[in-house]
């Protein structure tokens, strides 16, 4: 079932090619909603107070369970906001699968930001343009982890590469049940999620 | 502000509209391409001759102007200018697919005012022709571009220009719905299933709805019986708009009926109730001016009233829906007031460049 999961994320041409493919587990019964990732993006990457990079969903379940999901842009293998943009300056990196945005040639049309069904884009107003979770790729080449990541004090949120077989994403979603946000969008999103709520998939 | 099943994508709560709406709504309202569209479909079926004339003028001037609301629409305007040097039009391994508003805006629009530019040129050149001889103007020689008479080839490359602008001005009367149905996370656009060809009928109401306001400016008397064929064109978009939204509400009904997503959709329905009543009506007083002139007066603005309120309500209302299309957050009432000044303006340049066009094209001296 993980194989299936996986393979289903990246097209083969994709696996083949590129150098890394970075990608996210969400252990969702180990999130209790402490809003440090939240805090921890913002402070790292200048995010204006009322919009977010990182944001925890809280859901009730029928049974009155309350489960917290942590969302953001799932840098998607097939992304919908690279094909909405009309410029070109939301764009997928060819060496890693990340999916970024170039701030000189954004024009903010808000195509994209209609376009993601994660609703993980918005318009900045400090930058003026659109802006989005990039995985911290600033310091992921650094041999650092997205702040997201580092600040998560029960280990719910695990990041990797997905072409080393032997880093603790690609053993999570190779031997872990995941599922994965709206996967009718055909989009592939390269966040696996554990025990992902019915609720939280909407 | 409430969360009844969660808390869903807080960034849609900084700014629920993302398109700013009023400008959209409007500009693509009486775009142009419509009245061309209509002018052009007259030309070749050699109908409405009295009344081509003036559906080119005013089309070709909103045509000129449409992409004004779009470009006020931007949040970087200045940058609009990527849209043509940096234009994602063809996929790349950085940029696959190929962006709607690339093609509407860098390809069709310019390759439709071209096209139009040029059949209406062509189409007033004998007339401006017959100007020069009489007043040795060379403005108008150059105007007609040294066409002295109406030929069997200039009519077939008029008729060759025709066919060929139908296409991107077809693209460009429908290009909102385009972008609305294309999209993935909108959760009421995504579940419109009768927008496009509801969009596209209703392109033709408010098209008409000009036509029939440009013909009492320019003489209701000159344009005789004319009138009556758009009328006709007027009611038969009307009650296909009506069809196409009882239609809609139908299958909502069917296939949400008794879930929570349904109270969701009554918000956005709850406004199709007044919009069917309207375009009802218009479709009422576009029979009965067929047969008492004066009435068609009144027709244009319930046309152009029934085709604004449900514009509003598919581009603004139906953005409040949240993606997850559980919640609606509710509309904000000071959308208008920012953007009236640019509507105003983009619809004044709209009519002084009729006014330029009518100058240099005299509806009354063509062939």
């Known amino acids: 079932m993980a194989v299936v999961a996986l393979s ?64 953001q842009c799932n ?13 070109g300056a939301t764009y997928k990196r060819t060496e890693d699968g990340l999916v970024l945005v170039n701030d000189d040639l954004c ?12 609703g993980a884009r918005f318009f900045n107003p400090v930058k003026g343009v659109v802006d989005k979770c990039t995985f911290c790729e600033h310091r992921i080449y650094q ?56 609720e939280a998939d909407l | 502000m409430t969360y009844p099943l969660g808390y869903l994508y807080p960034n849609e709560f900084a700014q629920p509209l993302q398109w700013l709406p009023v400008l959209f709504s409007y500009s693509l309202l009486i775009s142009g391409a419509d009245l061309l569209l209509l002018a052009l479909i007259a030309y070749l079926f050699n109908k409405l001759k009295r009344t081509v004339p003036v559906l080119l003028i005013v089309g070709l001037a909103f045509y000129t102007v449409v992409l004004l609301g779009p470009l006020a629409d931007l949040r970087n305007p200045d940058r609009a200018v990527l849209l043509f040097s940096h234009s994602h039009l063809f996929p790349t391994a950085e940029n696959p697919g190929l962006a709607l508003i690339t093609l509407q805006g860098a390809v069709l629009w310019p390759l439709g005012f071209v096209l139009a530019a040029l059949f209406t040129l062509l189409y007033f ?29 200039l009519n077939a490359v008029l008729k060759i220009l025709a066919v060929v602008a ?14 609305f149905t294309m999209q993935t996370a909108l959760w009421i656009w995504r ?37 009556n064929g758009v009328l006709l064109i007027h009611g038969a978009a009307s009650i296909s708009v009506v069809a196409l939204l009882v239609a809609q ?27 069917v009543l309207l375009y009802l009506v218009t479709f009422i007083l576009s029979l009965v001016a067929v047969k008492w002139r004066a009435v068609s007066l009144v027709v244009p603005f319930t046309g152009v009233a029934a085709a604004l309120l449900n514009k509003w309500n598919i581009i603004v209302r139906a953005q409040y829906a949240q993606r997850s299309g559980l919640t609606f957050i509710g509309p904000a009432e000071d959308v208008i007031a920012h953007e009236l000044p640019v509507m105003i303006g983009i619809v004044a340049f709209g009519i002084f460049l009729s006014i330029v066009l009518s100058i240099l094209f005299p509806a009354e001296g063509h062939d």
């Open chain 2, 191 to 227: 579940n419109w299933q009768t927008l496009l060809p509801m969009y596209f009928a209703d392109t033709f109401v408010v098209a008409t709805a000009a036509a029939i306001l440009a013909m009492w400016i320019y003489g209701i008397r000159k344009v005789g019986d004319d009138i």
């Open chain 2, 125 to 153: 050149a004998p007339a401006n022709y017959k100007r020069y001889l009489s007043t040795r103007n060379p403005f108008y020689k150059l105007l007609s571009l040294g066409v002295k008479s109406r030929t069997p080839f």
């Open chain 1, 75 to 87: 840098h998607c293998e097939n992304a919908p906001c690279v094909k909405a943009c009309p410029t």
């Open chain 1, 143 to 198: 041999g650092k982890l997205p702040a997201c990541v580092e600040a998560c004090p029960t280990g719910a949120r695990v990041f990797g590469d997905l072409n080393d077989p032997e880093s603790p994403v690609s053993q999570l979603v190779k031997k872990m049940p995941t599922s994965r946000l709206k996967e009718w969008t055909g989009a592939e999103p390269m966040i696996f999620y554990r025990d992902l709520p019915s």
């Open chain 2, 166 to 179: 139908l296409i991107p001005l077809a693209f460009w009367a429908v290009y909102p719905a385009t972008l």
């Open chain 2, 249 to 275: 509400v139908a299958i909502w009904n069917a296939q949400y009926g008794g879930s929570p997503y349904i109270q969701v959709i009554d918000q956005v329905a709850s406004w199709i109730t007044p919009v």
């Open chain 1, 8 to 71: 289903l994320a990246v097209p083969v041409s994709a696996q083949a090619e590129r150098k890394h493919r970075w990608a996210m587990y969400i252990d969702v019964s180990k999130c209790y909603g402490c809003y440090a990732c939240v805090a921890a993006c913002a402070a790292e990457n200048n995010v204006p107070i009322g919009v977010f990079r990182t944001w925890i969903e809280r859901h009730v379940t029928k049974g009155g369970t309350v489960i917290f999901v942590p969302k």
């Open chain 1, 107 to 118: 024009i903010g049309c808000g195509a994209c930001i209609q376009a993601c069904p994660y």
